[in-house]
């Protein structure tokens, strides 16, 4: 009764001769390495010793597949125990000779697998949802959309007076650089920012988001033949056009979609700091010039001038 009640549904007959037969494997295994340590001694001729090597490591392993056979029959006829959850200290509430009437411990090992598998499915649901936080559910739409600010769609329509004032505001915040505001195709803005005699840049802008910048130098045309900004052509330098990767870079790394006079603000303060294009030296190699460029990548953060390969 009282081994029944301290293993349930283990045959104890069954786990002492498991044990007896774990014993014996390793001491199968045991001689099979003995067997290879040994090598082939004790034998006059080569031809003697390597047989006897030979029928001495398969006697050995036939002992080890004999006792591995030995020992997951008496596996079998074990069992397994009810309670095979390892909770440390709580375990000593299983030999409670009154369990049936305070069923502590199995309520505690309910518990515990329950929160297992809590935890399990909460990973499995937390990386779907992480997968889809893109993307709009009904449960976006229900009450916690009511407390997130709605999107503005009106900043895409600003009028172009608003406009107007804030590129004038910038143009007179830096004095070495001139902007010249036209719409030749409706509201849309274009600007011609000249940047002292070192470059001019053309900006096309929707509303006050900046679409797309081309960045020529200063002696370069910068009109079509009809007398339009030309937006397309690049310019005849490797130098400008180095440049004008590095002021799209700029548009993607200036993104404030609540704010876009800010994002115009910071385009231009980074744009101003190549005033000294053809002056200021690397910051992390000291030379003016690299491949017969100068430096022609800014910091977004700092305006420190760097190669395109020394940035990195």
């Known amino acids: 009764m009282a081994d029944g009640a301290l293993n349930p549904g283990v045959n104890l007959e069954a786990f002492a001769q498991a044990i007896a037969a774990i014993q014996a494997l390793r001491s199968s295994v045991t001689r099979v390495f003995d067997c290879l340590k040994d090598g082939m001694r004790n034998k006059e001729t080569l031809e003697g010793r390597e047989k006897g090597f030979v029928a001495a490591?398969?006697?050995?392993?036939?002992?080890?597949?004999?006792?591995?056979?030995?020992?997951?029959?008496?596996?079998?006829?074990?069992?397994?125990?009810?309670e095979n959850h390892p909770l440390h200290n709580s375990g000593l509430l299983s030999l409670d000779p009154v369990q049936d009437k305070t069923p502590l411990y199995s309520q505690l090992l309910q518990a515990y697998k329950w929160s297992n598998k809590l935890q399990y499915h909460?990973?499995?649901?937390?990386?779907?949802l992480n997968q889809q936080s893109l993307k709009?559910?009904?449960?976006q739409m229900g009450v916690s959309a009511k407390r997130r600010p709605k999107a503005q769609p009106t900043t895409l329509v600003l009028p172009p007076q608003?406009?107007?004032?804030?590129?004038?505001?910038?143009?007179?915040?830096?004095?070495?650089?001139?902007?010249?505001?036209?719409?030749?195709?409706?509201?849309s803005a274009m600007l011609l920012v000249t940047l002292?005699?070192?470059?001019?840049?053309?900006?096309?802008?929707?509303?006050?988001?900046?679409?797309?910048?081309?960045?020529?130098?200063?002696?370069?045309n910068v009109y079509t033949e009809d007398g339009k900004l030309d937006i397309w052509s690049k310019s005849n330098y490797q130098v400008f056009q180095k440049v004008t990767d590095h002021a799209t870079t700029a548009l993607l790394h200036y993104q404030l979609p609540q704010m876009p006079d800010?994002?115009?603000?910071?385009?231009?303060?980074?744009?101003?700091?190549?005033?000294?294009?053809?002056?200021?030296?690397?910051?992390?190699?000291?030379?003016?010039?690299?491949?017969?460029?100068?430096?022609?990548?800014?910091?977004?953060?700092?305006l420190?001038?760097?190669?395109?390969t020394c940035r990195q």
């Open 57 to 82: 490591f398969q006697e050995s392993l036939h002992s080890v597949s004999r006792d591995l056979g030995e020992l997951e029959r008496l596996s079998n006829l074990v069992g397994k125990p009810s």
């Open 122 to 128: 909460a990973g499995l649901a937390s990386g779907l």
């Open 136 to 139: 709009r559910s009904a449960n």
């Open 162 to 187: 608003y406009v107007d004032d804030v590129i004038s505001r910038i143009d007179r915040m830096f004095p070495e650089m001139s902007i010249q505001l036209s719409r030749p195709n409706g509201t």
């Open 196 to 220: 002292g005699k070192v470059l001019k840049v053309i900006v096309v802008m929707r509303s006050l988001f900046i679409d797309r910048t081309i960045v020529k130098g200063y002696n370069e």
């Open 262 to 302: 800010v994002v115009v603000r910071s385009f231009m303060t980074w744009l101003r700091s190549y005033i000294k294009l053809f002056q200021a030296p690397c910051q992390r190699c000291g030379k003016f010039l690299q491949d017969g460029l100068p430096p022609t990548w800014r910091d977004f953060r700092t």
């Open 304 to 308: 420190e001038a760097f190669h395109d």
